[in-house]
């Protein structure tokens, strides 16, 4: 049986967003949602929060492990490559699962089946992705369509945006130095589900979220928190 780890990332020195893990979101720190979330995930074996300062120990709850990391990897040059090779020294595994608590309201599934993928759909490597059918353009050109052929935006190849949640085998990093192998399953999610915060505009988007799921509107369908 394959053993399966998952890894939280954490430092509480941001730049862009100060303190922005543990910044009080609706009823709790941003942080808890993501911890909340995997504890409901049944295919992990061994969940980590990866932080080098302690005081993160008392947003975390029973059954998840605190593993200090060394300070030098909170440095802002530092890689994330840096990060999973750290902890893939310390912590063995078959299968690593790579969370962000920036993505507060990724959901259990979204997580759970991603790993199921790579336990046993002979993918080596998942990842969440928000999908969109836009016209879109990169350096210069048109990205998914012709100039000379614009098509119904429903017709169009869809342009993926990856999440911040990544399952890996181990020899995907340790071979390649990578999160996403050679055969990846993108797993699609909605646009709530995929809001990742890393400055201040994205935390009032966060927020606005939180108060639609609290006024529990009758004609929003969006389902906004798993």
């Not at 509480?12 to 967003?17: G, Q, Y």
């Not at 969440?128 to 052929?149: K, Q, V």
């Not at 055969?183 to 699609?188: A, E, G, L, S």
């Amino acid at each position: 049986m394959k053993k399966v780890v998952a890894m939280i990332p954490i430092k509480l020195h941001n730049v862009r967003l100060p303190g922005k893990n543990v910044k009080p979101l609706g009823d709790r720190a941003l942080c808890q949602y993501l911890f909340e979330t995997v504890k409901k995930v049944d295919n992990i074996d061994e969940v980590y929060v990866y932080c080098s300062d302690e005081s993160i120990c008392r947003y975390i709850p029973e059954g998840i492990r605190f593993l200090k990391r060394p300070e030098y990897l909170d440095s802002d040059t530092v890689k994330s490559k840096q990060i999973l090779e750290s902890f893939v020294s310390q912590v063995p595994a078959d299968i690593y699962v790579l969370l962000h608590v920036t993505q507060p309201f990724i959901k259990a599934d979204t997580i759970q089946l991603s790993i199921n993928k790579v336990l046993c759909d002979n993918y080596d490597s998942a990842f969440a992705a928000h999908e969109i059918r836009e016209f879109t353009w990169y350096n210069g050109h048109p990205l998914n369509y012709s100039l000379s052929d614009v098509v119904r935006t429903q017709d169009l190849e869809p342009v993926y945006v990856e999440g911040e949640m990544f399952v890996f085998e181990k020899e995907v990093l340790t071979k390649f130095g990578r999160r996403i192998g050679e055969k990846p399953y993108i797993h699609p999610i909605t646009q709530f589900e995929g809001i990742c915060i890393d400055d201040i505009d994205d935390f009032l988007m966060a927020q606005a979220v939180i108060e639609l799921k609290k006024a529990e509107r009758p004609d929003t369908q969006i389902p906004l928190i798993s």
